[in-house]
């Protein structure tokens, strides 16, 4: 899929097309899984394309449009790596707010790293990507959330807790290990990891009784967001009333709903503000361009994802002397003052790499929390902060 957001105009391609750049545009490219029978996300589109025309109806930067480009993943390893081949082949300035998921190897990755593109504002989906060196994420990764699912549970008491997780795919055992380790460093010495299995037991009612034995009194959800909605129905109904705690991204608000009251009390946490923080003047800024330029567009944690990377990458740019990809690695490689768009921590770069072991692209290792109260996310106090510090990363 691609979008020319300079004329408003939009085509459609195959992994393999591509669009002309409009004469004195910026050219930007991305990549989502827009279409797919497993997993699909066309909210994060129209997040991306709302915050380029809201940036170049108010003059672009420095006068010049953004042009942007998106290409349909399909949320599929082959799908993503041709992507990432045809980003490289037509030369943007940089990759921005990407979904990169379906491959875990890092090859989507060192393609755009032998580019010498860089990566900004993405949402770091993999280790791959937080090890690569031309990417620079919004905020704190996949690695955050986990993290911060564990602070929320330990702030709000917890003694003993349960990772539950759907299955024992090698990206849930990976979180379930962060999470667990990081439950431990916060003093919760009393740590089990239940995996319920779906084909054998789809309500899930012997892996809430699991989860829930033995005086349970926290439980860090890592699952898919369908299977995330169906472990809190089967918990309630065990008769579970402790804490529970998942990352927001496996908790979207459409699963909220469809709980009703079983959501009451979960808390969440988020590495962008929730979109319900209507006192935080970047989430005004992000409703007030879903309504104007993508009316019919969900607003969710996946479009303003998409349209946080895009401001980022603007206010980026506007530091920068050139907009070529290489004189943008020059530039972010050298941002002292933290730049604020108000849906994610302050961000800046230097002297912010390789403080994160293991992940050495996290620049803004933040998360903020909230919980869910009649069917919305009502945020907690205290902003955004650092749960690696808590963990001691």
């Known amino acids: 899929m691609a979008l020319t957001a300079c004329s408003s105009k939009e085509t459609t391609s195959s992994p393999g ?34 915050a380029v025309d809201s940036i170049n109806a108010a003059g672009g930067v420095h006068g010049h449009d953004l042009q942007l480009n998106v290409c349909d993943t399909q949320f599929t390893v082959n799908g993503e ?6 980003i490289a082949a037509a030369k943007p300035s940089a990759v921005v707010a990407p979904f990169f998921v379906a491959d875990q190897s890092g090859a989507v990755f060192k393609i755009l790293a032998a580019a010498g593109i860089p990566v900004i ?29 564990a602070e929320g549970i330990a702030r709000a008491g ?14 849930g055992s990976f979180a379930t290990h962060l999470i667990t380790a990081a439950l431990k460093q916060r003093g919760i010495a009393n740590v089990k990891n239940v995996t319920a299995y779906p084909a054998s ?54 699963s909220i709903a469809a709980l009703g009251a079983a959501a009451n009390g979960v808390i969440l946490d988020s590495t962008t503000a929730f979109t319900t923080d209507t006192s935080n003047p970047g989430i ?5 361009d879903m309504h104007k330029y993508q009316p019919a567009a969900a ?27 290489a004189s943008l690695i020059t530039t972010l490689d050298h941002i002292s003052t933290p730049i604020d768009i108000d849906v ?14 293991g992940f050495s692209r996290i620049v803004n290792p933040t998360v903020t929390f909230g919980t869910i109260k009649g069917g919305k996310v009502v945020p907690q106090p205290g902003g955004f902060s650092d749960p690696f510090t808590a963990s001691g990363n």
């Open 17 to 50: 097309g591509g669009t002309v750049p409009s004469k004195g545009a910026i050219v930007i490219s991305s990549a989502a899984p827009l279409t797919s029978p497993v997993y699909e996300v066309p909210e994060y589109k129209a997040g991306l394309k709302a």
């Open 81 to 86: 790596i041709g992507c990432a081949r045809q």
């Open 121 to 149: 504002g993405g949402q770091g989906g993999s280790p791959a990507e937080m090890n690569s060196p031309v990417v620079y994420p919004l905020g704190s990764a996949f690695m955050g959330p986990f993290e911060g699912a």
């Open 158 to 171: 917890v003694t003993s807790a349960t990772v539950l997780c759907d299955s024992p795919n090698p990206a």
């Open 201 to 254: 037991d789809p309500t899930f009612a012997t892996a809430a009784a699991q989860a829930t034995s033995g005086g349970v009194n926290g439980i860090v959800l890592d699952a898919n967001s369908t299977d995330n909605a169906k472990l809190i129905k089967a918990l309630r109904a065990d008769g579970y009333t402790g804490k529970i705690a998942v990352p927001a991204l496996l908790l979207p608000a459409q």
């Open 284 to 288: 005004k800024a992000f409703l007030a």
């Open 299 to 325: 607003v969710d944690d996946a479009s303003l994802q998409a349209w946080g990377g895009v401001e980022l990458f603007a206010r980026v740019a506007n530091l920068a002397k050139a907009y070529d990809a």
């Open 344 to 357: 994610a921590g302050p961000w800046s770069v230097l002297g912010k790499l390789n403080t994160i072991k």
